[in-house]
Each structure stands twice: as structure tokens, then as C-alpha cells.
């Protein structure tokens, strides 16, 4: 998290998030990210191969 303030939910398990926050999310688990700030959420995202798709 850049700036603001949020809630993520990871495979059901809920954490807040503030500026200078991170969260990892593994490939295939259900995951939703929530602004419940009162200013624009500012993320940085990565996503990396886990492994080769071929």
C-alpha cells in the first residue's frame, strides 16, 4: 500500500492495510482488496510466475 487505507481478504482471512503495508498473494487463492479510507488508494502490484505454464 502507496497511500490510504484498506482492508484485503486473502482466502477468507481478513487484514487491514495502511500506506507502507504489504500483502502477498499467493496464485489461486480468492483475494479482494477494499478501499475504506475517505482518499483514493494508491497500490503498487507485482505478479510473478510462480512456475513455467508450458
Known amino acids: 500500500?502507496?497511500?490510504?487505507?484498506g482492508?484485503?481478504?486473502i482466502d477468507?482471512?481478513?487484514?487491514?492495510?495502511?500506506a507502507g503495508?504489504?500483502?502477498?498473494?499467493e496464485a489461486g487463492e480468492a483475494h479482494e482488496i477494499e478501499n475504506t479510507g475517505d482518499v483514493p488508494q494508491r497500490?503498487?502490484?507485482?505478479?510473478?510466475?510462480?512456475r513455467s505454464y508450458e
Open 1 to 5: 500500500m502507496i497511500e490510504g487505507e
Open 7 to 9: 482492508r484485503a481478504v
Open 12 to 18: 477468507g482471512e481478513p487484514a487491514r492495510l495502511t
Open 21 to 25: 503495508d504489504l500483502c502477498c498473494i
Open 43 to 50: 497500490t503498487l502490484s507485482l505478479y510473478v510466475p510462480p
